[in-house]
């Protein structure tokens, strides 16, 4: 069953500007984490917030998780044309020892 | 020096065949998987292994056979194909199997069924 949905769909954004990209989920999480996937690539693991974190950093990355809401934001500023993508969440359940990816925000950044 | 990579890259087959995939793992990792991805982009788990025991197996159809002969490889094969089979299927890996460890992808297999 799918946990997490991602919010927007799709997102087309001037590069150099900011993008959001929103998590939410349904059950109770051990960690959840961000991947990248290129076109005709895999997925590649930007970052993992752990339950008990609310904010974490990576380079032009910053995630949030906010438990209460069972929800996280992926913010990437000053987006460059090589951040086009889909961008997922997964959520490791604490019950569980899979993730479950989210449906992806594709994210366009235009020049 | 590919961490994960898995092959072929393309697979373009008739229904009713048996196929397989094979995915190796070079990070020294213990945990490996396989996914289904489809049209939508939407991306499940089918199976797990850690240290080559079988760990997750989702609902998925017994024409589904994976096999880990050491905890590096892990292997798909795949019989009587069907329409419905045609997807990206991909290979992931972790360094363990406890709890939501980050996974490195392969880059995929195109499997269309004709």
């Known amino acids: 069953s799918q946990q997490g949905e991602e919010d927007p769909q799709a997102l087309s954004i001037q590069e150099g500007e900011n993008a959001t990209m929103n998590c939410s989920y349904k059950?109770?999480?051990?960690?959840l984490q961000w991947y990248r996937q290129n076109s005709g690539r895999g997925l590649v693991h930007l970052i993992l917030i752990r339950s008990n974190e609310r904010e974490k950093h990576s380079g032009r990355l910053r995630v949030t998780l906010d438990t209460s809401k069972k929800s996280s934001s992926l913010l990437i500023t000053a987006s460059r044309a090589a951040d086009t993508a889909s961008y997922f969440c997964a959520t490791a359940v604490n019950r569980d020892d899979k993730i479950i990816f989210g449906k992806g925000t594709r994210l366009h950044i235009l020049p | 020096d590919t961490a994960v990579s898995q092959t072929p890259k393309y697979l373009v087959t008739q229904m009713g065949n048996d196929k397989s995939i094979k995915c190796e793992q070079n990070l020294g990792h213990d945990t490996m998987y396989w996914y289904k991805q489809d049209s939508k982009k939407f991306l499940k788990i089918m199976f797990s292994y850690n240290n080559k025991e079988l760990i997750i197996n989702e609902t998925v159809p017994n024409r589904f056979s994976p096999k880990s002969p050491d905890k590096a490889h892990l292997n798909l094969h795949i019989n009587s194909l069907e329409l419905g089979d045609s997807a990206v299927y991909f290979c992931?890996?972790?360094?363990?199997?406890?709890?939501?460890?980050?996974?490195?992808f392969g880059d995929g297999t195109r499997l269309s069924i004709l």
């Open positions: 992931a890996s972790s360094q363990d199997s406890r709890r939501g460890k980050a996974q490195h």
């Open positions: 059950t109770s999480i051990n960690n």
